[in-house]
């Protein structure tokens, strides 16, 4: 399987700005997807590059260079909601995109 | 309501009696798929499947299978369950396979699964 590295937890404060990378090993050039997974929930979709560059959804914005194998999530004005786990799943080696693989998740705690 | 429907979410049952959980999906799918998550290993790929009568493994297929007879169900079966396969099971679909499209996967809430 691929290859997929994140950081395994972070913590930041209310109000503040954290970003959380994954890297990658692959050669897919398609589109990249990131979920936001609370403790003991599903996983619900968050945001998806399909090119390169930065993707901006309000409080959430993310990143993508598919010739680096690296994205990153950037979380501002973080509120105390947003304490989750948060998964990347990069563009799959065989470009078709059927083998949705996840990173191993980053567990993200925002603390008063 | 758009949504996909997992049976049970709750299951306890003993090692070697033959499980099925159910997935269900309205919004007409051609992709769906079925994950495990456990603690330190994350969501890990058990199967997945393009269309009807089209499945294929993913990274953890053994002691698994599943069956796609219809586009809207995804039943995974296991038919002598053992201990190790304790976990957290989560049944996803999407609306095409094609990631070149914004097509993110939608899951199910999760069935948690105990094997004594």
């Known amino acids: 399987g691929q290859n997929i590295d994140q950081p395994t937890e972070m913590t930041a404060t209310e109000g503040a700005i954290v970003q959380i990378n994954c890297t990658y090993q692959?050669?897919?050039?398609?589109?990249l997807f990131w979920y936001q997974q609370h403790a003991g929930e599903a996983p619900t979709f968050l945001s998806y590059?399909?090119?390169?560059g930065l993707e901006e959804k309000g409080r959430f914005s993310s990143f993508l260079s598919r010739s680096k194998g690296y994205s990153y999530l950037l979380l501002k004005e973080l509120q105390m909601k947003d304490s989750a786990s948060y998964l990347c799943?990069?563009?799959?080696?065989?470009?078709?995109?059927?083998?949705?693989?996840f990173g191993p998740g980053t567990r993200l705690s925002v603390l008063p | 309501e758009a949504q996909v429907t997992q049976n049970p979410r709750y299951l306890i049952t003993v090692t070697g009696k033959k499980l099925t959980v159910t997935c269900s999906q309205n919004?007409?799918?051609?992709?769906m798929s079925w994950y495990r998550q456990d603690p330190g290993l994350g969501l890990r790929q058990i199967y997945y499947?393009?269309?009807?009568?089209?499945?294929d493994k993913g990274d953890v297929p053994e002691g698994y299978k599943v069956s796609r007879k219809e586009k809207r169900n995804f039943p995974l079966i296991l038919e002598s369950p053992s201990p190790n396969q304790t976990s957290l099971y989560f049944c996803?679909?999407?609306?095409?396979?094609?990631?070149?499209?914004?097509?993110?996967?939608?899951f199910g809430n999760g069935t948690r699964l105990t094997v004594t």
């Open positions: 996803a679909s999407s609306l095409v396979p094609d990631r070149s499209y914004n097509s993110p996967l939608h």
């Open positions: 692959t050669s897919g050039f398609n589109g």
């Open positions: 590059n399909v090119l390169d």
């Open positions: 799943a990069p563009p799959p080696p065989d470009n078709y995109g059927q083998n949705f693989v």
């Open positions: 919004m007409n799918h051609e992709y």
């Open positions: 499947s393009m269309n009807v009568e089209v499945t």
